[in-house]
């Protein structure tokens, strides 16, 4: 294919050189002679010499030529190329064993005793930690607000979907964390996913724990913003990348007054199931002007003598965090998400949190729901230290089976068990724990395995049995439940 | 004269190339205008914001100086020298102008949201910079601004009883994902449902509307895809269609001419600069479009979608019993197979009165998404009462509860709509959008009537949504009212009265086109026949 890049004037090769040589006969010539040299020049010459003049200026007036004319497409091979194009299908075909595709199936409530599959079993695998899921005083106060609201919102918040149980939610929510504001989502995915990307802009960068969660890469994925992955807890790792980063500020000050930064950790690791060092972080923030967001859908009415989470574990001041978020899914067992934070930072989202403008609001009943889970955290902070204990106790049970190793930190009521040895591939370990599952299931106790989309992950976790401890378990519930695994991991295991 | 006759009808097949293939697509008039914006009202639009500004920057100044005091909240001391959170600038519009007129928005309601709401009153001493409830009640609102298109936002009823059940049966939470503990009978009755309802091979539902376009096309299109998206789509399609990673291209609003040109040009060059050809063109487009009033024109994208070997993603938020005789979306509306459509997603918010949103298809593109969708894996699942909210909503729309109930709902929806847009229309506003969209936009225009036009109507008992910019475009301010099957008559006409009123006292009768009297119809044709 023929390379004239240029779009203005092409020139063909032959009348290129007659100029250079035109311009090389001259060149050399002292003035004067050449003055002299044009009076006596022969006639042939003067005439080569006119023609080359028209030459060139026929060749600066001559219809621009583009190349890429050329290339343009006829209707007819447009046509063809339309005919020719074949789609892939919109989707691929699954197989019909695909681990993901027939899904267990739960008749009745999913709470402590739950029915899988027509089978009743003891809950070890939904996140309804403080067992509020089918507690009759929330249930009550829902179906209070169903008579008094119906069901449906029938409007995002701007538009006549604001009750006045969201107002009364959000203070709650505010009062019960102590920070200025908080602000309520539909959905606790879109809660983290959609504040990310309402600060953090094209541009700015975001320092993040390697075990994130999905929701927070779908939210820096929407924020479009430079990321900047730290190994898991690793704060040596985040130093580094900080010490980078200032050095390329001090390169570039105007750029670097500009650029906001952000570190986005876990509270309790939903991936991992251990705790941030939050009062590292926050010297870090001091130290580097990082801002620090803090996703707590598993630590918050976890962690903390009154259930606020991770900052009052380490007794860390709340108003050092600049944003918390959280679901309200698991132990509060309702539907939705909050933030919280001081209203300089909370407030904007009001304008600027696509999946609070954009979406509908919570049903009022869940929001009800909601603010009574939160009447019997406040009344009742006991909970919290029976969760504690029953989290350390399981934990300690789990510990030392054969082929199976236990992770999270002892306090964490959402554990993972994975294979000690991997059998190889991911498949395999994959039909291997779910096999132990099945045996549970079998047994009358409820498990899980964590899912994950392997493709889209950014770091994706080993396959493993989820464990979650909530308050109504019994002695008795978790001797069954961890002999069952025993059993069946010696059963399959060694 | 024999001439020139011959020439009129040359011009007016050349003005319409498309007509004589399009116009068969359609088996009733499609009917949607848009008249164009005044000129005179443009500049004078223009001028308002220009004004705001310098008042704005005024304001500023005064603030900056502390002559005036300031109200934004402010950045924590220790923080004061971190990078700005947020740009000062960018706050600039919520600052000046979206303050002073901010009462009209999160208005809070203390009722169902169906035809008539209470409203929490509150007032404003500093300029709506905060609000005090006053512990009042603003009692029977008319609601013209929720999307109560069936009217099923009720608390009493079949709906509220089994939703009461269902509480008392489940509790309100799951707690867990649909893949991992989360998957409840109650959901996989409605998914079936679901499917029956749109006549579909399959269905699956999830927790929230916007999340489930912005969680599910990622996991349909990806790199070396393209997505041919209408200008005016919803800002959770816009989401999906980047978290998805494709190639974006935007057509103009419901312009077939403008998708053709983008599909012919995409499937001939291919990718940009590798030239290599597209794995796959997905084309997505909304049922109505909740700001415009306007219904897609489905018949001819399908026509070119088939041309083309392009699939549809047909977001029927609005549209889903909302329109159609048998209440099943644009799809029915049009009278086409809902088999034509690849993806047929839509939210349970509006018509049903609960909270959600489904995909429905083939059973392949389920089962695919049962495994990648990323609702699947990590989001809560549904909500027991909300998705039986939505069964027993859906079974009256479908008849099979043995009444006529929900083909009477669908009926009013639609003479309520007639009604309304024909009465505003002859009063002389300017409306946007298809006579059949039950969502009717009114147009403003200037920025000081948004305020007004939502302030005067409240005093009047009715409650309308107004919206600006960056919602609309800057020029194009508007009011705009939903139609409910739940309006009475009576309703609408009191509605349709301030609306008069208020129209009258803010100068918004723009309207130019001349009135459809009877006789002009006659006219219009016997003037053509001299020709």
Known sequence: ?494 | QKDNRHQHVRFSREANQNAPHTSSLYKKPFAESFEETPLLVAVLTYMGYGILTVFGYLRDFLRHWSIQTCHVAREKEEQKDFVPLYQDFENFYTRNLYMRIRDNWNRPICSVPGAKMNLVERVSRDYNWTFEHTGRVVKDVINMGSYNYLGFADNTGACADAAVEATEKYGVGVASSRCEMGNLDIQEKLEQLVARFLGLESSMIFGMGFATNSMNIPALTGKGCLILSDELNHASLVLGARLSGSTIRVFKHNNMQSLEKLLRDAIAHGQPRTHRPWKKILIVVEGIYSMEGSIVRLPEIVALKKRYKAYLYLDEAHSIGALGPNGRGVVDYFGLDPKDVDIMMGTFTKSFGAAGGYIAGKKDLINFLRCHSHSALYATSMSPPVAQQIITSMTIIMGEDGTTLGADRIRRLSENTTYFRRKLREMGVVIYGNDDSPVVPMMLYMPAKIGAFGREMLKRNIGTVVVGFPATPIIESRARFCVSAAHTREMLDTALKATDEVGDLLQLKYSRREQPLPSLGWMAKESLLQD
């Not at chain 1, 930064?261 to 990082?290: Q, R, S």
């Open chain 1, 1 to 494: 294919m023929r390379q004239y890049r240029a779009s203005g004037r092409a020139f063909d090769n032959r009348s290129a050189n007659w100029v250079t040589c035109f311009f090389r006969a001259t060149r050399y010539r002292p003035v004067s002679e050449r003055r002299q040299g044009n009076k006596e020049a022969p006639a042939y010459h003067l005439i080569l010499e006119g023609i080359l003049i028209l030459w060139i200026i026929r060749l600066l007036f001559s219809k621009t030529y583009k190349l890429h004319e050329t290339y343009k497409l006829t209707e007819k091979e447009k046509e063809d190329l339309i005919e020719e194009w074949q789609p892939e299908p919109l989707v691929p075909p699954v197989s019909k064993d695909h681990p993901s595709l027939s899904y267990d199936v739960v008749t009745g409530p999913p709470s402590h005793k739950i029915t899988i599959n027509g089978k009743e079993c003891i809950n070890f695998a939904s996140f309804n930690f403080l067992g509020l899921l089918d507690n009759e005083r929330v249930k009550q106060k829902a179906l209070a607000s169903l008579k008094k609201y119906g069901v449906g919102t029938c409007g995002p918040r701007g538009f006549y979907g604001t009750f006045d149980v969201h107002l009364e939610l959000e203070s709650r929510l505010a009062k019960f964390m102590k920070t200025e504001e908080a602000i309520i989502y539909s959905y606790g995915f879109a809660t983290i996913a959609s504040a990310i990307p309402a600060y953090s802009k094209r541009g700015d960068i975001i320092f993040v724990d390697e075990a994130a969660c999905f929701s927070i890469q779908k939210g820096l994925q929407a924020s479009r913003s430079f990321i900047k992955y730290f190994k898991h807890n690793n704060m040596e790792d985040l130093e580094r990348l900080l010490n980078e980063q200032e050095l390329e500020d001090q390169k570039n000050p105007r750029k670097a007054r500009v650029t906001r930064k952000f570190i986005l950790v876990e509270g309790l690791y939903i991936n991992t199931a251990d705790i941030c060092p939050l009062p590292e972080l926050v010297k870090m923030k001091y130290k580097y002007k990082v801002r620090i967001f803090l996703e707590e859908s598993m630590s918050f009415g976890v962690l903390g003598e009154h259930g606020r989470g991770v900052t009052e574990h380490f007794g860390v001041n709340i108003d050092d965090i600049d944003l918390i978020s959280a679901n309200m899914e698991n132990a509060v067992a309702s539907i939705g998400g909050f933030c919280c934070g001081r209203s300089f930072v909370i407030d904007h989202q009001r304008l600027s949190g696509q999946g609070y403008c954009f979406s509908a609001s919570l049903p009022p009943m869940l929001a009800a729901a909601a603010i009574e889970a939160l009447n019997i955290m406040e009344e009742d902070p006991d909970i919290f230290t029976i969760l504690r204990d029953k989290s350390q106790h399981i934990y300690n049970a789990l510990q030392g089976i054969p082929g199976l190793k236990l992770v999270g930190v002892q306090f964490s009521p959402a554990l993972h068990l994975q294979l000690e040895r991997s059998s190889g591939s991911r498949d395999s370990d994959m039909q291997l724990l779910r096999t132990i599952v099945d045996y549970c299931l079998e047994r009358r106790v409820a498990l899980t395995l964590a899912r994950y989309l392997e493709k889209e992950e950014r770091f994706l976790p080993s396959p493993s049995i989820r464990v979650v401890v909530t308050i109504q378990q019994t002695e008795e519930d978790v001797q069954k439940a961890v002999s069952c695994i025993r059993e069946a991991a010696a059963a399959l295991l060694i």
